[in-house]
Structures are given as C-alpha cells and as structure tokens.
C-alpha cells in the first residue's frame, strides 16, 4: 500500500503586483460582473478569457428562476469562447467576485476547464481575483487533482 500525497500550489498577490497585461485582464473580469444577471442569490462572478490572438471574452453568471438552469460566468464564458472563436486558443483566464479574498471555480467549471484544456492540448493561467487579493496558478489540475479526462482513458 502507498499513500498518495496530492500538493498544489497557488500564487497569492495583490492586485497592484500583477503585470500590466493581468492587470487588464483582471480589471475586465471585474468589468464582466456587470452582465451578471444574479436576481436571485445576488451573488455576481464575472469571467475574462484571453486568447492567444489577444481577443478578450466576457462572460458573467446566468440564473434563471429554475434554479438548474443556472450559468455560472466561466461556463458562459467558455462556450462562448468555444462558439465565437472556435479556432483560437485559450491563454488566461481571470474570474472575478466582489469578495476581498477569491473564490474558485465550482467543480462543473473546474471540469469545464479540463475538456478545453484537453481540447486545445495546453494547460491555462488563472487568475482569481477578488476586491484586494488575487490568486495566481497554471493548470486546471492545480484545483482539479485526479481530474477525470477521456484524453487519460485514451492514452
Ligand atoms: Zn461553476
């Protein structure tokens, strides 16, 4: 018998540390929160994905009053990455709550973001900001240990 040890690591900084190109980046996940339709939990996450041709998308949370048929902002975000620009890969991703400290994404994103890391055969940066603190990582895998993957049952 073996005991696994699973360790992630996260970069802790504040926003003013952050680089003039996630700077930009974390300041449109902010700006993304205004397209949050949150009538419901009133809780609002805004999501910024940059692509390799520089082209930012936003996207924001979609509830309904049928509570399942929810959006969250990084799934919003993604399809709408995947349908307006199909051929284009992925680069940064930056997501957004008005909390002092970040929030991550649900495991539904956190498995969103493993079938386009898969898809477009790269890992992405991340950025989750909140109102003070922003944490910084590379992989999906960094939240999503053991992550489940057809491309991992091909292979
Ligand atoms: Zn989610």
């Known amino acids: 018998m073996n005991k696994l ?11 003013d540390e952050l680089n003039s190109e996630d700077k930009k980046l974390a300041q449109a996940s902010k700006e993304a929160l205004n397209l949050s339709h949150a009538p419901y939990s009133k809780f609002k996450v805004g999501c910024a994905i ?5 082209i930012i998308v936003l996207g924001a949370n979609q509830e309904n009053a049928s509570y399942p048929m929810c959006l969250c902002a990084e799934g919003s975000t ?17 997501i957004h709550v ?10 539904f994103c ?12 790269k890992k ?14 590379h992989g999906i895998d960094t939240l999503l240990p053991l992550a489940f993957s057809s491309k991992d049952l091909i292979d």
Do not use: W
């Not at 040890?5 to 926003?15: G, N, V, Y």
């Not at 940059?50 to 520089?54: A, G, R, V």
């Not at 993604?78 to 930056?94: E, F, G, R, S, Y």
């Open 5 to 15: 040890e699973i360790r992630t690591e996260l970069t802790q900084l504040s926003f």
């Open 50 to 54: 940059s692509l390799e041709n520089q």
């Open 78 to 94: 993604l399809a709408a990455v995947a349908t307006q620009h199909p051929n284009i890969k992925i680069d940064k991703v930056a």
């Open 98 to 107: 008005p909390l002092e400290t970040p929030a991550s994404p649900c495991g």
């Open 110 to 121: 956190r498995q969103s973001f493993k079938e386009y890391e898969t898809r477009m055969n």
């Open 124 to 137: 992405f940066d991340y950025l989750l900001v909140g109102n003070s603190q922003v944490y910084a990582f």
